[in-house]
Each structure stands twice: as C-alpha cells, then as structure tokens.
C-alpha cells in the first residue's frame, strides 16, 4: 500500500466496516418492528459499503456532490441485493416487500451518512498523517457513537411496546414488537391504566417524588455550607476532609443495610419514609460535598474578598454572590441526587413493607412475580424512567456545565 493511497484505502475499509454494522442493526430493526425473523447479510453489506465507499472516496471531497452520493447509495443497494441472492435482510422479496424496500433503503442512507461523516474534506490531495489519525478516530468516535446509542435506545425501545401489548400477543410472538394502533386508546393503554387503577402506582409515584425531593433539600442543605467551609475557610483537618469526602464509598451499602434495619427496627423507624429521608441524604451528602468544592474553589475569591470589604457578612457573601455564581452546579448536584433518589432500591425494599409506602422502586419489584402480566412490569418500568430521563434532558446544559467547572480549582 503506498503512501498516497492511505486515505483511499483507510476510506473503503471503513466504508466495508459501516456495512457490515449495518446490516446487522436495520435487520434487527426489522424484527423489532415486523416480528419476521430477518437475517443479517453481514458479507453483503460489507461488499456493498466497500463498493459505495470506493465511488465516494474515488472523487475529491468538493466533487462530493449529492448527486455522487445518490449514485453510490444505488450501488450499494445493487450489490446488497445481488451478493446476499436477492435477500438484502435474508428473506425472500415477496414475503414483507413493502418494508424490505423500505429498509433496504434506510440501510443504504444510514451506510452512506456514515462513510460521509467518516471521510468528509478527506480524499485524494489530503495524504497527511494528521489526516489519516482524523479518518480512523472519526470512525471509532461514529461507531462508540452507534453502539452507545443502540445499547441505551433498544432495551427502551423494547420496554415501550411491550408495554403496549396485551398477553396474548406477547406469548404467541415475544419478538414481534409492531403495534395495532386501531385497537383504541383504551386497549393500547391498558397496561398503564390498570397500573393507577389496581397497583396503586399513583401512590408510589407521590412516594418516590416526596422522598426524592425532600432528598434534595436536605443534601443541599448540609453540602453548601459545608462544601464552601472545606473550599473556602481555614481550619485544622481541612485538608484531611477534603481528601477523606469520598471514603464512604469504600464501604458497600449492602453491608450497612442489616445494621441500619436492626437499628430502625428498634426505633420504630422502619416502614417509615423518615426512615429512608435518613439514610438517602447520608448517601449522597458526600458526593454533592466533593462535586460542590471543587466549584466553590472555582469562584475567584476575590470575588468574595470585596463583598466583605464592602461590609458583608459570610453569610451574606455566600447568598449574595457565591450561590448566584453557584446555580450551574447547584442544579448539578440537585439533578444527581434526585436521581440516586429516585432510582434507590436496595434500603426501600428493605425497609419498607406496607404497599402505601412504597417508592417506585420497591413497587416494581412487586410487579416482578408470575401472577403479574408482563406488559405491567414494562409499563411501570417505563413510569420509572421517563420522568428522571425528562429531567435529565431539561437540566442537560447545567448538568454539563456544573461537571466541567467543578473539575477546575483556583
């Protein structure tokens, strides 16, 4: 291979590559969708991808034209389907022809956005080592991409509709997730109505959001007073503290849950919400402790410095300029922790027995029994996560940003 070639060749190799990844997810996609038991043609689709990446990467990156694309996606559609014998998702073209089209052509845009994103202002002229290091981490950040998205979308995906279908259709065809939408409102969603109406999921929805936000205000409660007393005040042991946050960690809550339920039990604690608003906030006041300093210690103190001598009190310091300047990682760490809130399950399964009680953890896991349908144990699971995946989404940026300035130190 000469030196000249290395673009070209790296380019149809990663074309091959996004072919064969191809061909392997929209025929399981099929499946999911269809319920027709697909098969992947990983050679064919390896054999397209070369070939519709060899007539992308032939012509230089402004000669890319959509036109050149088109033409390269119709080639890698007539070798899908001559190499894998007429069977472009291993099943004859008159069984499903509608959607085998229709997936056909997804695989073949899916494969040419690929090896675009992969080689684009990359060919012929551009023969630099830099350039060839760009081509392959741009392949393996599209494909860590891909499969992050796929391991976080599928079991999703599946836990959706099968909470959507009934049990007859789920045993009769586990893999088949397609949805009769004209069944009705009322048929579709009856997994998640007789969730509020017969497994008192209304209740466990008012349960976890109570524990998980009254979590919240105590953990902020305790961790900015002491998070800015370890970043920002003087004292014997301080840096002992500061390093030491963590260590609870070390020591697996599995260990601590048969000490804390004897203890509970003597106190007449357990079975009670007070119980769990205990423990949650010992959880996680450490960790919004150790991601709150490290912001704190962001913030320029002289920032601080002229509020006091402007005649501030530390009080007033910290209310007035430190917790304004703060809000990104407040939200941070209020997201977080709601979270580990939300999702608990090893204390509430210990400690709580009565059915009124119960977070939303502890009230999926009675669903996980042979005399509950599946389809329930999938719709309170869906109950579960959307709200903290809502969540997530809105306060993404703050998220984000309350990380990143909580990992630089003034």
Not at 192 to 212: D, M, P, R
Not at 312 to 326: E, F, M, S, Y
Not at 385 to 398: D, H, I, N, Y
Request: aromatic residues 14%.
């Amino acid at each position: 291979m000469s030196r000249l070639g290395n673009i070209f060749y790296l380019s149809v190799l990663f074309g091959a590559l996004w072919g064969a990844i191809w061909s392997i997810i929209v025929p399981l996609l099929a499946l999911f969708i269809s319920g027709l038991t697909f098969q992947p043609q990983v050679t064919a689709g390896a054999l397209g991808g070369l070939v519709a990446a060899a007539a992308l990467a032939f012509h230089a990156p402004r000669d890319r034209t959509i036109g050149i694309r088109l033409i390269a996606g119709f080639a890698f559609i007539v070798v899908l389907v001559v190499a894998s014998g007429a069977q472009p998702l291993g099943l004859s073209l008159d069984t499903y022809s509608i959607g085998q089209l229709i997936f056909t052509v997804l695989m073949a845009v899916v494969v040419m956005q690929s090896i675009h994103l992969t080689c684009a202002n990359l060919g012929p002229g551009h023969e630099k080592r830099y350039n060839v290091e760009v081509l392959c981490l741009r392949f393996v950040k599209g494909f860590g991409l891909v499969t992050f998205t796929i391991a976080v979308a599928l079991p999703f995906f599946v836990m959706v509709m099968m909470s959507l279908k009934n049990q007859q259709l789920l045993l009769s065809n586990p893999l088949d997730f397609s949805i009769d939408f004209g069944q009705g409102f009322t048929a579709l969603f009856r997994s998640y109505i007789e969730l509020f109406t017969q497994y008192h999921f209304g209740t466990y929805l008012f349960n976890s959001a109570l524990v998980s936000v009254a979590t919240v205000v105590i953990t902020l409660f305790f961790a900015v007073p002491g998070a800015y007393a370890v970043a920002r005040l003087r004292f014997p042991g301080q840096n002992f503290l500061s390093r030491s946050i963590l260590l609870i960690y070390m020591v697996p809550m599995i260990v601590l849950v048969i000490p804390l339920y004897a203890i509970f039990s003597q106190l007449g604690m357990r079975n009670t919400l007070w119980g769990l608003l205990f423990v949650y906030p010992a959880t996680t006041i450490p960790v919004a402790l150790y991601m709150l300093q490290g912001y704190f210690r962001g913030i320029p103190a002289e920032l601080e410095e002229a509020g006091l001598m402007d005649g501030l009190t530390r009080l007033n310091v910290i209310r007035k300029i430190t917790l304004p300047l703060a809000l990104p990682a407040l939200a941070s760490v209020a997201l977080y922790v709601f979270m580990i809130a939300w999702n608990e399950f090893l204390f509430a399964f210990m400690f709580l027995d009565n059915v009124d009680l119960f977070t939303l953890s502890r009230g999926i896991a009675e669903l996980n029994s042979s005399e509950v349908p599946r389809q329930h144990l999938m719709a309170g699971a869906v109950i579960a996560t959307v709200p903290v995946l809502a969540l997530f989404l809105w306060f993404e940026r703050f998220l984000v940003a309350g990380l990143t300035a909580g990992s630089v130190k003034g």
